[in-house]
């Protein structure tokens, strides 16, 4: 077959021969280094772990419990067959009501109750992912731009780019002010933008942030949302980690703030939405546009024939969600066992003097590696993400890939596996650090933290120090010899 | 809100406020006067009856049946809930891996093992319509064409030309071959675009055909695999009927073709299944594309992420597509079913003297009505659908939306209710059908079929022909008076 050959070329589309599908990031290189070796806690325990993964996985019990005792609420159980017929035929692009209502009603009662939220305007996407297209489908031509403050998602390249031809423009924001959306920093991109002759027609921001875990302040959210009212152009909210806030402050949504504000073209307001991690039920693909602007939701719910979420799924999930003591109890739960990781994650990195930035929110910690980087550079930081990926076997991901210009960030996430899995992953990570801080020392005789050259003879060091073996890397029979000088020490 | 007001158009993108979306046609009108007054068996029978959809409705306790003995097959079981995490967390877009493998069995069982297919070149999409779509963005650029035999689905424009920017070329069949698809048709539909400087990069062919309800002899097959391999143009071969065949002869799928043809370029053949038809199960969004194009299978795979299928619905077909019995069984009897349900439905028409194209498969017949339009024209064809529509109460589906180029055909689906429904339909045709002809003789003197000018009124006299009232149009308290040509005749 011809593969991709200059004949192939002229065969297939350019939306198929281009790269901005943006696959060929670390951040989805590092998911194939985990699923070239997998980390197992009895098959194999010297394996990658998944670290690259937002999911969200702490809290399967409450929903088994609840399907074993809603029988009723799948088409496929003897309680629920009768039900088959009609929900397997059922394809109308807008849904079946009783899900609509009830999506609606769980996203209100994320949002604390202060707002509600209307069925009728419930968009339906292939996920997050088919959402984010399909907006974007909606408002922007081929060539056209949005905003996006980074760090920003990397999969947005593909989502919100590849088939659409929409360009995205980073807004630069720094950890001099925890990476804050300023309206500074805002009106820098769009005039940038405008003198390059490009046309902005939005702003997408992901609130909670993506990947810094942290809600965006009353304050923050307003003056973004006069800056796109000024503009005139669109302001897409992707909310889709609003039920993953687990401690102060409180998640705001935009929803909120227009309905305090006053003079908003309310036309201009968009929000995503999705259960995969809020619910953490990615495999069911439920992706929502809630739109304030009429035409908008006409248009999205034609275009969303090609995403539906699939009948069988939206009836289980509409009785679920209907189920108010079991979405309290879930949101609750929820809440607390995301607590309890993240102090559990954030402190075992403290232990070695890793810190993590301020956040209360998402299934990830946004890790300051500053102090690792042999040079503060991106290239540094490449460096440094091969060495922690190939020789740590976390697959974490870097901030380069997230657009973030400053380096030696790096994504990390802490829900998507089991308690054990976490202490495995903290403990290699102590391991790298110290193994780092023991070289930097006995290297320069100071104790700074540095890399050697050969970073990879460097840290099949650490495996001496806590007994970690890899059958890869250094098992007593390794051709590859340790470090002597870090052997010396041991 | 601004709706669709001048500031909207410039506030959002050009593919959301054209129209190219294709649902300003009569084919979907059809269903919003189905939506408006749906026909019910005991709440409403004299609403309107769907015939617009091609449903498969014959076979669902087979299914109910399965469901119940398999109760593993689900997440959503007290027996199946323990896989609940792992596959409401799989969102891999290769799709689980037994999903592949049971699709890629049935598929080739469906085509009687005469060819296999490899489940890693099995690509998932949201539905056919995503398929669809999928395989557009992958093969042609905005601005380019495909070629596609006429008369052919109405929401073709949507689906494959919307938001892909691609034109859909009609080759015009004729009723004089039975629409067969001629190499010569292709060369004019080809050498015409190239003269209007438009790029054609493939053809689209379906097979079983929709609307005609026919399968493509090897003969056609051939011709056409010979014709986009000469031009060096793709063919997407959308197969989504494959298995409602229910007579002779029996179904060839162009995989079989290029089997047996010699120096054929297999990057450009594509199949688009689907398990909305064939199974019956449209709300469960299975859309496949098969490609033999390694890249396209690369490309398209990236895509699926923008509709994957729901992990809960992969799950429950992957068990119920393995099952060999039971897959027996279903396609054995779900011909036996359609046979049975055609031969009723076009015996209930020939009574008074109504034919439809000679087909073996579909879920519809191609009605020729051309003896009722009172001019043969298109503007007749839509004169009598209104008729239909309104009157009749049943929605059928015109020919011109098909782009048939031949005024007087429409489509009728037949699987989508019961043997009751049928029953209804089949009566309201022969009483219009009677009623004319009475009326044509009343006001001609002679046996013809024609409709008076005032249509309404006309239809409205068939009422007292067998006693069928409608609330909304003629009771005996009617405000419109019954025409007196007819009463005079009862």
Redesign the interface.
């Given at each position: 077959?011809?593969?991709?050959t200059t004949?192939?070329h002229q065969?297939?589309?350019?939306?198929?021969m281009t790269d901005q599908?943006g696959?060929n990031s670390p951040y989805f290189d590092g998911w194939k280094a985990y699923d070239n070796d997998p980390f197992h806690p009895t098959e194999n325990r010297n394996g990658v772990i998944q670290m690259g993964l937002a999911?969200n996985?702490l809290c399967?019990d409450l929903?088994?419990d609840w399907?074993?005792k809603n029988?009723t609420?799948?088409?496929?159980?003897?309680e629920g067959?009768n039900n088959?017929?009609d929900?397997?035929?059922?394809?109308d692009y807008h849904g079946l009501p009783e899900f609509r209502k009830a999506v609606a009603k769980f996203m209100g009662r994320v949002r604390g109750g202060r707002v509600t939220f209307d069925p009728d305007r419930i968009v339906m996407a292939?996920?997050a992912?088919?959402a984010n297209?399909l907006i974007m489908?909606?408002?922007?031509?081929?060539g056209?731009a949005f905003l996006v403050p980074s760090p920003y998602y990397p999969a947005f390249n593909?989502?919100l780019g590849w088939?659409t031809g929409v360009k995205l423009i980073p807004v630069i924001c720094h950890s001099s002010n925890n990476f804050q959306i300023t309206k500074e920093a805002l009106e820098e991109a769009y005039e940038k933008a405008k003198e390059a002759n490009i046309k902005v027609k939005g702003l997408i921001i992901t609130n909670p942030s993506n990947p810094l875990g942290i809600v965006l302040s009353k304050e923050t959210l307003r003056s973004v949302v006069s800056f796109i009212n000024e503009k005139?152009i669109?302001l897409v909210c992707d909310e889709i980690y609003s039920a993953t806030v687990f401690s102060l402050p409180n998640f705001v949504s935009t929803s909120e703030i227009i309905q305090e504000m006053e003079c908003i073209?309310?036309?201009?307001i968009h929000i995503i939405y999705s259960l995969?991690k809020d619910m953490?039920?990615?495999?069911?693909?439920v992706g929502i546009v809630y739109s304030?602007?009429?035409?908008?939701v006409s248009?999205g719910r034609?275009?969303s024939?090609?995403?539906?979420?699939?009948?069988?799924?939206q009836h289980?999930l509409a009785s679920m969600l209907s189920d108010d003591e079991f979405v309290g109890r879930f949101l609750a739960e929820s809440a607390k066992r995301l607590a309890k990781r993240h102090k559990i994650f954030t402190e075992g990195l403290e232990q070695v003097g890793i810190t993590c930035l301020k956040s209360n929110a998402g299934l990830f910690c946004w890790m300051n590696l500053r102090q690792l980087l042999k040079e503060q550079t991106l290239e540094g930081e490449m460096e440094l993400w091969r060495v922690i990926i190939n020789n740590v076997k976390l697959n974490v991901s870097p901030g380069s890939s997230f657009e973030c210009n400053e380096p030696g960030w790096f994504r990390v996430c802490f829900a998507n596996m089991d308690d054990a899995t976490v202490e495995v992953a903290l403990k290699r990570i102590r391991q790298f650090v110290r193994c780092q801080r023991k070289e930097g020392e006995a290297v320069t005789g100071k104790s700074s933290w540095r890399l050697q050259k050969n970073l990879r003879l460097s840290f099949s060091s650490r495996m001496c120090d806590e007994g970690f073996m890899s059958p890869r890397m250094g098992s007593p029979h390794s051709p590859i010899p340790h470090s002597p000088l870090v052997r010396a020490r041991n």
């Open positions: 077959m011809a593969g991709f004949e192939n065969l297939l589309s350019k939306i198929a599908h696959e999911e996985q399967f929903i088994e399907i074993k029988p609420a799948s088409i496929c159980t003897i067959v088959f017929k929900i397997a035929n059922f394809q292939g996920g992912t088919g297209e489908f909606c408002l922007a031509d081929p056209d593909r989502d088939r005139s669109h073209n309310r036309d201009l995969s953490g039920l990615p495999g069911f693909r304030y602007n009429d035409a908008v248009c034609k275009m024939s090609f995403g539906l979420v699939s009948s069988q799924t289980l």
